[in-house]
């Protein structure tokens, strides 16, 4: 089993909807969560961390964690095209190091 | 701050030479971490520093892969010999102690004919 598991996709949703990523991991003890988005051909750039079970909410993007069922989903609401990229799920594991799953590719269809 | 910065951007090579990647992390940044990203594999770990001090080179595929800090400002990653199965993009990553989230350098993409 991956250590960070993310649905697949890719995902298609048409502007001003709401895309959802799903994300699972394997490690119970993982304390710090984190989405970044990766446009084509550029580096990941972090854009959400949540520690706490719950919502987390930053302008369109809204984090969600369930540490009882090993679960971060990521919300975007009001999708813009400018949202179209490949969002990449990270877990930190002990050490300081981040196991990213292998991201769910995102079009917004204007 | 320029961000973390690495050199080459683009890297072509034959199979057998020495490539060597450069990283310049942000600056007060105790941690640096090398990534390799390709399609098949994702994002994959290589190795960390913490303070110049190599953590874990566990994900370091083999002994043609070595990497080294010499100083908080500089690190390399070097391949020797290069096979074709080295292509990938390798990403530089640095983080100050009290934050999680990295910072990714732009990366080096390396092709090995």
């Known amino acids: 089993q991956k250590e960070v598991e993310q649905n697949s996709g890719p995902l298609s949703v048409p502007e001003g909807a709401i895309a959802s990523l799903n994300c699972t991991y394997s490690?119970?003890?993982?304390?710090?969560f984190f989405w970044y988005r990766q446009y084509s051909g550029k580096s990941p750039e972090l854009i959400m961390f949540i520690y706490s079970n719950g919502d987390k909410e930053d302008g369109r993007f809204t984090a969600q964690l369930n540490k009882a069922s090993q679960y971060v989903s990521l919300l975007i609401r009001d999708s813009q095209p400018s949202d179209s990229a490949t969002y990449l799920c990270?877990?930190?594991?002990?050490?300081?190091?981040?196991?990213f799953g292998a991201g769910t590719t995102v079009t917004v269809r204007a | 701050d320029a961000g973390v910065i690495q050199s080459p951007r683009h890297e072509v090579t034959e199979m057998g030479q020495e490539v060597t990647l450069r990283c310049k992390p942000i600056s007060g940044h105790d941690y640096l971490f090398w990534y390799r990203q390709t399609m098949m594999r994702g994002l994959e770990l290589l190795i960390y520093?913490?303070?110049?001090?190599?953590?874990?080179d566990s994900g370091m595929p083999e002994d043609r892969f070595s990497a080294k800090m010499p100083n908080a400002s500089f690190s390399t990653l070097k391949i020797q010999p290069s096979e074709p199965r080295d292509s990938a993009v390798y990403f530089c990553?640095?983080?100050?102690?009290?934050?999680?989230?990295?910072?990714f350098g732009s990366g080096t993409r390396l092709t090995v004919v």
């Open positions: 490690d119970r003890g993982s304390q710090s």
């Open positions: 520093f913490n303070n110049n001090v190599p953590i874990d």
């Open positions: 990270a877990v930190k594991t002990v050490d300081y190091k981040l196991s």
């Open positions: 990553a640095s983080r100050p102690r009290a934050i999680d989230g990295y910072t």
